[in-house]
């Protein structure tokens, strides 16, 4: 027996030998993973579920009359000046020379953006006037889950669109800020959405990939203030949040690496022939 259809053999052209499982392997391809580095990975949701967290209870503070526009319009410009200047310490300016992006540019873009926004922020304090509050709430909600949905996280996946979920973000904090009793408040809202969804991810990749140790210990300090803001206004969703977090970065990696010892993927002989040779000369 041959295992070849264009010949003519006294066998069923289902038959096989007892060779055939010969060539039988399994998981060829699965991949081990450390708990420690799925952890270490899981960094990025923990970081950005923080960011959500922190930007909605901002607006609270900001909606009950506890915090001022001008109080943290001076926080994030300060926080930002630190950031900017850690993005570029971190790798001594490497990724600032091969970009050609100078710091004048930058200085440009923030100022126009800054111009851009308070001469509109009348036109985001009245923008949803007309449409109830519980829908704006809604419509919130969704689009903070889209932009969960949709974020980098670092994965090669068809469903990751970093453009989608930054949209998406932006249009909750328009529709929050509209909710807010003056433009000036309207103004330094979509100002810190922009800062804490656009700019902070950006310096976590950069920490992430240039000084690992240091990631981590942003990561949790910034969960812990997320709790600590969320304790303030819901002793009881600061629990489940906190439990969240801690399913996400402790539980999730462990479940992943026990499944991944449950994989059971055959590969043999009855896989489709994969064609390794350069075709291309035939197709000139």
């Not at 030998?17 to 993973?33: G, S, T, V």
């Not at 970009?99 to 949803?128: H, I, Q």
């Given at each position: 027996?041959?295992?070849?259809?264009?010949?003519?053999?006294?066998?069923?052209?289902?038959?096989?030998?007892?060779?055939?499982?010969?060539?039988?392997?399994?998981?060829?391809?699965?991949?081990?993973y450390?708990?420690?580095?799925?952890?270490?990975?899981?960094?990025?949701?923990?970081?950005?579920?923080?960011?959500?967290?922190?930007?909605?209870?901002?607006w609270?503070?900001?909606d009950?009359?506890?915090?001022?526009?001008?109080?943290?319009?001076?926080?994030?410009?300060?926080?930002?000046?630190?950031?900017?200047?850690?993005?570029?310490?971190?790798?001594?300016?490497?990724?600032?020379?091969?970009?050609?992006?100078?710091?004048?540019?930058?200085?440009?873009s923030?100022?126009?953006?800054?111009?851009?926004?308070?001469?509109?922020?009348?036109?985001?304090?009245?923008?949803?006037?007309?449409?109830?509050?519980?829908?704006?709430?809604?419509?919130?909600?969704?689009?903070?889950?889209?932009?969960?949905?949709?974020?980098?996280?670092?994965?090669?996946?068809?469903?990751?669109?970093?453009?989608?979920?930054?949209?998406?973000?932006?249009?909750?904090?328009?529709?929050?800020?509209?909710?807010?009793?003056?433009?000036?408040?309207?103004?330094?809202?979509?100002?810190?959405?922009?800062?804490?969804?656009?700019?902070?991810?950006?310096?976590?990749?950069?920490?992430?990939?240039?000084?690992p140790?240091?990631?981590?210990?942003?990561?949790?300090?910034?969960?812990?203030?997320?709790?600590?803001?969320?304790?303030?206004?819901?002793g009881?969703?600061?629990?489940?949040?906190?439990?969240?977090?801690?399913?996400?970065?402790?539980?999730?990696?462990?479940?992943?690496?026990?499944?991944?010892?449950?994989?059971?993927?055959?590969?043999?002989?009855?896989?489709?022939?994969?064609?390794?040779?350069?075709?291309?000369?035939?197709?000139?």
């Amino acid at each position: 027996w041959q295992k070849v259809l264009y010949e003519r053999q006294p066998f069923p052209d289902n038959y096989v030998d007892q060779r055939f499982l010969e060539e039988l392997r399994k998981n060829i391809h699965a991949r081990q993973y450390q708990y420690w580095n799925v952890v270490f990975e899981s960094g990025a949701v923990v970081q950005q579920l923080c960011s959500v967290c922190v930007f909605v209870v901002t607006w609270w503070y900001m909606d009950a009359g506890l915090l001022s526009p001008q109080g943290l319009f001076g926080a994030a410009l300060l926080t930002s000046l630190l950031g900017y200047v850690l993005f570029d310490a971190v790798d001594a300016g490497v990724g600032r020379r091969e970009s050609g992006r100078t710091r004048w540019a930058d200085l440009k873009s923030t100022l126009v953006f800054t111009a851009f926004t308070y001469g509109f922020s009348p036109v985001l304090k009245t923008l949803t006037e007309s449409i109830s509050t519980d829908t704006i709430y809604a419509m919130s909600a969704f689009m903070l889950l889209g932009h969960l949905i949709f974020f980098d996280y670092g994965a090669n996946a068809a469903i990751v669109s970093s453009t989608l979920s930054l949209n998406m973000a932006i249009f909750a904090s328009v529709c929050l800020a509209s909710r807010l009793p003056r433009s000036l408040h309207a103004f330094v809202m979509v100002t810190f959405a922009m800062q804490i969804f656009a700019l902070w991810p950006m310096l976590q990749k950069k920490l992430k990939a240039r000084t690992p140790c240091c990631y981590v210990g942003v990561t949790v300090l910034f969960a812990l203030v997320a709790l600590m803001g969320l304790a303030s206004v819901s002793g009881v969703g600061a629990v489940l949040f906190a439990s969240l977090l801690l399913s996400i970065s402790c539980l999730c990696p462990y479940c992943l690496i026990r499944l991944q010892q449950l994989k059971d993927n055959i590969h043999g002989p009855w896989d489709e022939a994969e064609i390794k040779e350069d075709l291309s000369r035939f197709l000139m």
